[in-house]
């Protein structure tokens, strides 16, 4: 009986040890995923610094391009809550800009050190911080 006990828990194991890869947001057919797609609330000015990001950046991408943010801060997402969650999407920062608005960026998953962009806010009377 042990032994039956033993072969069904390390077959749970094995299957547990895989569920993260098949689960996680992971790319389709040609590398990329719908959340590459970055989601932009108003339009950029042409020539704006917001006028120049791109689906697929980074936070460092972002900083190098546009300069650092007025203010910023982090919060953790529902899903740094969920038992057993690999996939991403645990915490997010978000950057203010003066005159420019809010840049939203998700990250989180195991392993991942990097800020992905997911969100432009467009707000050109944006003080440029955070206010409690």
Request: proline share 5%; hydrophobic share 35%.
């Amino acid at each position: 009986m042990k032994i039956k006990s033993l072969v069904a828990m390390s077959a749970l194991a094995l299957l547990a040890g895989y569920a993260p890869l098949s689960f996680s947001a992971g790319a389709g057919a040609g590398g990329k995923s719908s959340d590459d797609k970055v989601e932009f609330v108003g339009t950029p000015a042409p020539g704006s610094k917001f006028s120049k990001l791109q689906d697929g950046m980074y936070e460092k991408e972002v900083i190098d391009l546009i300069g650092p943010p007025t203010d910023q801060t982090s919060y953790q997402t529902g899903k740094a809550f969920i038992p057993f969650h690999f996939g991403g999407d645990n915490y997010r920062t978000a950057f203010r800009y003066k005159g420019e608005g809010e840049l939203t960026f998700s990250g989180g998953g195991m392993g991942s050190t990097s800020l992905k962009l997911i969100k432009v806010e467009v707000d050109t009377k944006s003080t440029g911080y955070f206010r409690d």
